[in-house]
């Protein structure tokens, strides 16, 4: 048990007011560091992301490997990146192919118009030849 000497309380409320002066500080740090997350969990630049791609097309989606390959990232920061990356492409790539779904269909219907326009030249042309066919019999 604690004792209860005038000499334990002193060092114990000297401890008490030292913790306290510290705290302000802890929170300022964490603080800034949520402000900031590129300072404890550096941003990844572009070179980064292309030993990702490159491990990621090697190795398939074994992180636990990946993730010796990165010393200064855990196994989540290289999954969550791997998702949003993927994401990102996906959306890209699918509005990409919608533009040419689209442009498709566009084509397809000039076609349809084209041919139908052709269509109804040669059957005009075929009127007009059986007509004149008739006339000089």
């Not at 209860?4 to 603080?31: N, Y």
């Not at 269509?119 to 059986?130: C, R």
Request: charged content about 35%; proline content about 1%; overall charge positive.
């Amino acid at each position: 048990m604690a004792s209860l000497s005038s000499e334990g309380s002193t060092k114990d409320s000297e401890t008490l007011k030292e913790l306290l002066k510290q705290r302000p500080r802890i929170q300022k740090k964490q603080q800034a560091t949520k402000i900031n997350k590129c300072n404890s969990n550096p941003c990844w630049n572009q070179e980064d992301l292309k030993k990702l791609e490159k491990c990621v097309s090697i190795l398939g989606t074994d992180f636990d490997l990946i993730q010796l390959l990165f010393k200064n990232r855990t196994r989540k920061q290289i999954m969550n990146k791997y998702k949003k990356a993927k994401i990102q492409y996906d959306r890209k790539h699918k509005e990409k192919f919608l533009r040419i779904q689209e442009a498709l269909k566009k084509e397809k219907e000039v076609q349809r118009h084209r041919l139908g326009s052709i269509d109804s030249i040669d059957l005009n042309i075929a009127l007009d030849i059986h007509e004149l066919s008739t006339k000089k019999e």
